[in-house]
């Protein structure tokens, strides 16, 4: 069970996202994305909900896949994406949750130094409920999952591909003058460590 003082202590509103002002094309709706750690009947996880809103039909969708599984690849298509790290190191990890139910689970040592990490033994589950002016994708990543540390910081983001193929980028924050999520700086939220409170 978690300790209710400690799940308080993260973010208790969607944080908004924004795109990158080199975009040239954005969707024109809004993205916003709340985490939080929730129980489930499978134990503690971190949930990330991911919001649009806004005209849903200019986005192009990948198929659903029910067989989802690891998928390499999917940032180049509409995707949810979560980077995450203990603050203080340069190490991080970076979560793709694609509107298909496939994901992508990496590690780095260092910006953009990719590390052989081995498959989760838990894969992240997904679940995406498009309307007709929304659509909210819920991603569920165990706690074994995520980096440990005595606090994480976090760039929540995202990448939308409209029907003519342009690509547009969200994020918490752009800290460089072209879209870069890896960027140590576009880690611009900081909560604390998931590991049980004492």
């Known amino acids: 069970m978690m300790d ?7 973010p208790e509103v969607p944080l908004a996202l924004q795109a990158h002002p080199v975009t040239s094309a954005p969707w024109s709706g809004g993205l ?3 985490i939080a750690l929730v129980e489930t009947p ?3 996880h971190l949930q990330l909900e991911y919001l649009l809103q806004g005209p849903i039909a200019r986005l192009k969708w990948p198929e659903p896949n029910p067989q989802a599984e ?8 509409t995707c949810m994406e979560a980077f995450v790290g203990a603050a203080g190191s340069e190490a ?36 995406c409920t498009p309307r007709e002016s ?18 994480l910081q976090w760039n929540l983001s995202a990448v939308l591909e409209d029907h003519d193929g342009q690509l547009s980028y969200w ?9 870069d999520f890896h960027h140590p700086q576009a880690r611009a939220l900081t909560t604390p460590s998931i590991a049980p409170c004492p």
């Not at 209710?4 to 993260?10: D, I």
């Not at 690891?70 to 298509?77: I, S």
């Not at 994020?171 to 879209?179: G, N, V």
């Open 42 to 44: 499978e134990g503690p």
């Open 134 to 151: 929304t659509l909210l994708l819920t991603a569920r990543v165990p706690f074994a999952d995520v980096p440990s540390g005595p606090s």
């Open 92 to 127: 991080y990890r970076e979560f793709n949750f694609s509107p298909s139910g496939d994901w992508a689970i990496y590690d780095f040592s260092r910006c953009r130094e990719r590390t052989t990490s081995a498959l989760p033994a838990l894969a992240p589950a997904i679940a």
């Open 32 to 34: 916003s994305v709340h």
């Open 4 to 10: 209710s003082h400690h799940a308080a202590s993260w």
């Open 171 to 179: 994020a918490l924050a752009h800290p460089a003058d072209k879209p």
């Open 70 to 77: 690891f998928t390499d690849g999917l940032w180049q298509h």
